[in-house]
T-cell receptor, first 113, second 112 residues
Framework: KQEVTQIPAALSVPEGENLVLNCSFT??????LQWFRQDPGKGLTSLLL?????REQTSGRLNASLDKSSGRSTLYIAASQPGDSATYLC????????????FGTGTRLTVIP | GAGVSQSPRYKVAKRGQDVALRCDPI?????LFWYQQALGQGPEFLTY????????KSGLPSDRFFAERPEGSVSTLKIQRTQQEDSAVYLC??????????FGPGTRLTVL
């Protein structure tokens, strides 16, 4: 069974800092990897999706990379803002034919003004 | 609709009661997923529908859990004889194609 791990579990940074969140997965046979943001009491918002054939995706201040062979992904957030405070989850989708996502336990980010 | 909606948002049940959780997916979305998220954990897959067909229910933790989507739109997750370990947030997601899942706000179930 695919296992997804996220380190660190929690992170506090001062506003304006650049930061990196890490995600690792045990089975490199994936279809894609997705990063989500979850705010308290709310559902998940998709941030970036990387197909297995891609190495990275960018959206605004966010950049996600994927190294499938080593089972790792990183989410880079530039110039962090207090509004970035949330829990960030990564999820992998098994190869085509399966539809469910395997999630990590998340990194709770606090950006201090 | 504008997004996936779920009701109720909060549900408190006494142990042994049956509960029903509703999900309204984005209009036209073929695929619908249910996930269970325990406190401090990531969501875990429960079941998947394509239209009205339940194609995967491998994540349902016991036969007390039952999901249906009779007309290929609204879905209901039913939990019979609730137990304290069923306390969690239940998330519903829908998608028009397999890649991107859009999540609802979840139903927080507390079993006393």
């Amino acid at each position: 069974k695919q296992e997804v791990t996220q380190i660190p579990a929690a992170l506090s940074v001062p506003e304006g800092e650049n930061l990196v969140l890490n995600c690792s997965f045990t089975d490199s046979a994936i279809y894609n990897l997705q990063w989500f943001r979850q705010d308290p009491g709310k559902g998940l918002t998709s941030l970036l999706l990387i197909q297995s054939s891609q190495r990275e995706q960018t959206s605004g201040r966010l950049n996600a990379s994927l190294d499938k062979s080593s089972g790792r992904s990183t989410l880079y957030i530039a110039a962090s803002q207090p509004g970035d405070s949330a829990t960030y989850l990564c999820a992998v989708r098994p190869p085509r034919g399966a539809n469910n996502l395997f999630f990590g336990t998340g990194t709770r980010l606090t950006v201090i003004p | 609709g504008a997004g996936v909606s779920q009701s109720p948002r909060y549900k408190v049940a006494k142990r042994g009661q049956d509960v029903a959780l509703r999900c309204d997916p984005i209009s036209g979305h073929v695929s619908l997923f249910w996930y269970q998220q325990a406190l401090g954990q990531g969501p875990e897959f429960l079941t998947y529908f394509q239209n009205e067909a339940q194609l995967d229910k491998s994540g349902l933790p016991s036969d007390r859990f039952f999901a249906e989507r009779p007309e290929g739109s609204v879905s209901t997750l039913k939990i019979q004889r609730t137990q304290q370990e069923d306390s969690a947030v239940y998330l519903c997601a829908s998608s028009s194609r397999a890649d991107t899942q859009y999540f609802g706000p979840g139903t927080r179930l507390t079993v006393l």
